[in-house]
């Protein structure tokens, strides 16, 4: 009887499992609530808490019910019959738009378990719209104009004269800034662009540019020192171009001699293919 008795109070005593509790870690750069991110970039999400023999943490993010990236981990340093502390990080990379739901799950070896839920928001990188392969046509509406010792000056006009470009943009060395490939009658020419709303601001890039120039008494072949300074806007998927064009150069052609200017302005756009 005394042994029964005894059995039962030690039954009596035994501890009932206390469930783990889990919440957002806001440490080390790690993402809150409502945090605004970009769509690709690393981000850094974190739960802390207690538990009593934690076994495994498991973190998904998802949207809309769709699963965009999950991870999971077993703990190895929480076996104690006490509540223990734990802080747990995994960093991302997603491909997203708008609001993700990053949940938190940690269970123990009582199969009890304990969920954190929130919110994050995916904006689309400035520069990521304009990221591709274009092609078309600029236009260029100007004057040369040759200085030549010894005779009168010679002006030649011209309208939207064609000139075929194609364009490879790709990402720059930050979220404001794209890298652009331009390629103009086998020439090859690359610039900086800096982005605003919908607009690429480029740097100024130079070009050596021959033409023909029908000075009348002969057709000369001159080269031209150009820089461009071009201002892209994408409307529907076309870039459409705006700016200047300017160059000079030396004449020496035997008896001719002088100098040469350019100045255009720059028109047209170009088709985003890819």
């Known amino acids: 009887m005394a042994?029964?008795?005894?059995?039962?109070?030690?039954?009596?005593c035994k501890k009932d499992p206390v469930a783990p509790t889990i919440n957002t870690y806001t440490g080390m750069g790690c993402v809150t609530e409502n945090a605004q991110v970009y769509s690709g970039d690393t981000i850094l999400v974190g739960f802390t808490g207690t538990g009593e023999n934690l076994t495994q943490i498991q973190i998904v993010l998802s949207q809309n019910g769709t699963v965009l990236a999950n991870h999971s981990d077993n703990f190895r340093m929480l076996q104690?019959?006490?509540a223990a502390p734990f802080t747990y990080t995994h960093a991302f990379v997603v491909e997203a738009s708008g609001a993700v739901t990053i949940e938190g799950t940690v269970t123990d070896a009582n199969g009890l378990t304990a969920s954190k839920s929130f919110n994050i928001n995916y904006e689309e990188k400035p520069n990521a719209m304009?990221?591709?392969?274009?092609?078309?046509?600029?236009?260029?509406t100007g004057y040369f104009e040759a200085v030549i010792t010894g005779m009168d000056t010679m002006h030649q006009e011209f309208t939207d004269r064609e000139v075929p470009v194609?364009?490879?943009i790709t990402a720059g060395d930050d979220i404001n800034k794209v890298v652009a490939t331009c390629v103009m009658e086998d020439r090859t020419?690359?610039?900086i662009g800096m982005v605003e709303g919908n607009k690429i601001k480029f740097e100024s890039f130079n070009d050596v540019y021959t033409f023909d120039y029908d000075l009348g008494i002969m057709v000369i072949h001159p080269e031209v020192n150009v820089t461009y300074s071009i201002v892209g806007t994408l409307v529907d998927g076309k870039l459409l171009l705006e700016g200047s064009c300017t160059g000079n150069g030396d004449l020496n052609y035997g008896f001719v001699s002088g100098t040469i200017n350019l100045e255009a302005v720059v028109g047209g756009g170009l088709s985003k293919l890819r």
């Open 130 to 140: 304009f990221i591709g392969h274009y092609e078309g046509n600029a236009l260029a």
């Open 80 to 82: 104690s019959d006490q």
């Open 189 to 191: 020419m690359t610039s």
């Open 3 to 12: 042994c029964c008795i005894g059995l039962m109070l030690l039954a009596s």
């Open 166 to 168: 194609i364009l490879d």
